[in-house]
């Protein structure tokens, strides 16, 4: 820089050379200037004297280049102070400089004074820390004159609430609902009939004189097809005798159906005279001729011969017998076995889409979540349902132990023998117990008689003498340290092992975790046990070993 100067000294400039000089010095002096000024931090608190439960503000202001990253702690880094909230960083910029402030909103049910600890501010990677500052918490006065004193009421047993069960309910109606509206629509219903499936179920006669009165309207002469005219026309006729005389008549040539329909009227079983029947066997031979000769008789002939077919049609229909009694009741059973068969097709149709729908659902569901979970799913798990369903998050003994869980621990009645009451104060122990498998989860704190330090080696003893007396067998166990998420240290002891089944004489692959903390004049200890192999109790103790907090000071 200070060769530039003197290079600039030597030089010399006109007037505008002078300005743009000017502005190149000043980027130089701003560029060195900021670039490399060192980052500030420092904290305050708005009092250092509070009452149980009231909230102090704590301020970490940094100042800094707009182009460094600063990262404010989070959680529960303040203890034994605990964060109510933190609020949003307030930013204010000056030229190239940021001022951030950060403030926190801390406070402390216990009465004492307590050391709000130094709070580490990452900068670009670096580390800058705050000052400690000393918080006293002063209890609120009770006149118990004025004011009596009551005992402490015993627990009192909630129901788990099922607040949203009726979400589930509404889910399943929902689900049937439109599984029975796509069956209804699709297999149930009546659907509309088309103008073919109208004509189909119509008598053979009304149809026969209908399908005709078609044919008159139709543009077949006029485009010269009479072979497609005359087929119609010996088609319509050939199935009402079929239908309605109940002749074979479709497969039959022109010689072998007039003599069938002879055979009839000989018998008496149809009654027409033999000028019909004579009438009938010449259209059928002009037709044969037309469709196989390639004839072509004159229009009014083919029109005549349509009109003919229509008397010959009501002609055999009033020659018919009248049908006895028996043969309508057959006919009636014959159409009531009809429409069963149709309900019971219906009736599988529709219990096939359903099994079928039940079939794809479980194999997306394996696909996606798979077997186990589907199982589990389906059939039910214990642990599933525990590590599902709606957490709680509590204070246990004292000094306290934090741990979020899907049950609540219950606290368990702890009679101290002689021999220990010298040496324990107090012992407060909480429990939750699962009715099926080795799933327990355990807190306790000890207050001890005397300031001395937590003897952890005689607790794991303990532990282990327990297991050996409730029948545990092939017991492995590891030791590690362990931390909570706000910094405070602890002893891990884990490991596996075969442990028997309440009320049974079977013994079980389990897992245990103890993890132990204390100061002097006490200890805390958290104890949880699963089955080995239960993925979703190892979910469970993740969790709760994620969010143990424990206050390490009387």
Do not use: C
């Not at 607790?459 to 706000?486: C, L, P, Y």
């Amino acid at each position: 820089m200070e060769g530039i100067r003197s290079k600039i000294r030597n030089t010399k400039f006109s007037p505008s050379r002078w300005g743009v000089l000017f502005l190149v010095l000043f980027s130089l002096n701003s560029y060195f200037g900021y670039s490399q000024s060192e980052p500030k931090v420092s904290s305050e608190v708005d009092t250092t004297f509070i009452k149980i439960g009231e909230q102090i503000k704590f301020q970490v202001i940094v100042e800094a280049d707009s182009t460094d990253q600063v990262i404010f702690p989070e959680g529960q880094t303040f203890s034994p102070l605990e964060t109510v909230e933190a609020f949003a960083t307030d930013t204010t910029r000056k030229n190239d400089r940021l001022r951030l402030a950060k403030t926190y909103a801390l406070t402390q049910f216990d009465s004492g004074s307590y050391k709000l600890p130094t709070q580490r501010i990452e900068i670009n990677g670096k580390g800058f820390f705050t000052d400690s500052l000393q918080i006293n918490v002063a209890t609120v006065p009770v006149d118990t004159l004025a004011q009596k004193m009551f005992d402490i009421k015993p627990l009192i047993e909630v129901e788990k609430s099922y607040s949203n069960w009726w979400k589930w309910v509404l889910g399943i109606l929902l689900v049937l609902l439109i599984l029975g509206g796509l069956l209804y629509w699709f297999v149930l219903r009546k659907k509309p009939l088309t103008e073919e499936e109208k004509v189909a179920l119509l008598p053979p006669y009304d149809r026969a004189l209908m399908e005709l009165k078609k044919l008159e309207n139709s543009k077949y002469l006029i485009q010269d097809e009479y072979k497609q005219y005359y087929s119609e026309l010996t088609d319509i006729v050939r199935s009402y005798l079929e239908e309605d005389v109940n002749v074979s008549a479709l497969e039959s040539t022109t010689d072998q159906l007039i003599d069938k329909l002879e055979l009839m009227t000989d018998a008496g079983e149809l009654e027409l005279d033999k000028d019909t029947i004579f009438q009938f066997k010449r259209i059928l031979q002009t037709a044969d001729l037309v469709k196989f000769a390639k004839s072509k008789p004159d229009t009014s002939v083919a029109e005549q011969d349509r009109k003919s077919i229509e008397q010959i049609v009501i002609k055999t229909h009033d020659a018919l017998p009248e049908p006895t009694e028996e043969e309508l009741m057959e006919q009636a059973e014959y159409q009531e076995e009809l429409e069963r068969k149709k309900q019971k097709k219906k009736l599988i149709i529709a219990a096939a889409s359903f099994i079928g729908f039940l079939f794809l659902s479980a194999a997306v569901a394996i696909g996606y979540y798979g077997w186990e979970y589907s199982k589990d799913t389906v059939l039910g798990h214990p642990t599933k349902e525990l590590l599902e369903g709606e957490w709680v998050s509590s204070s246990y003994g004292y000094p306290p132990i934090i741990l979020e869980s899907p049950e609540v621990l219950k606290r368990q009645k702890v009679n101290l023998p002689a021999e220990l009451k010298e040496s324990i104060k107090e012992i407060q122990a909480f429990e939750y117990r699962s009715n099926i498998g080795l799933f327990t989860v355990g807190a306790t704190s000890i207050t001890m008689t005397q300031l001395e330090e937590p003897k952890f080696e005689q607790s794991v003893e303990q532990m282990m003498t327990n297991f050996e007396k409730m029948g545990a067998k092939n017991i492995i166990t590891k030791e590690e340290e362990f931390v909570t998420i706000s910094g405070v240290n602890g002893l891990k002891v884990y490991g596996s092992g075969k442990f028997p089944i309440p009320d049974s004489d079977e013994l079980l692959r389990g897992k245990y975790a103890m993890i132990l903390f204390g100061g002097k004049g006490f200890q805390q200890n958290i104890m949880v046990t699963w089955i080995d192999g239960d993925t979703y109790a190892e979910e469970i103790v993740d969790r709760m070993l994620t969010t143990l907090e424990v206050k390490t000071e009387i």
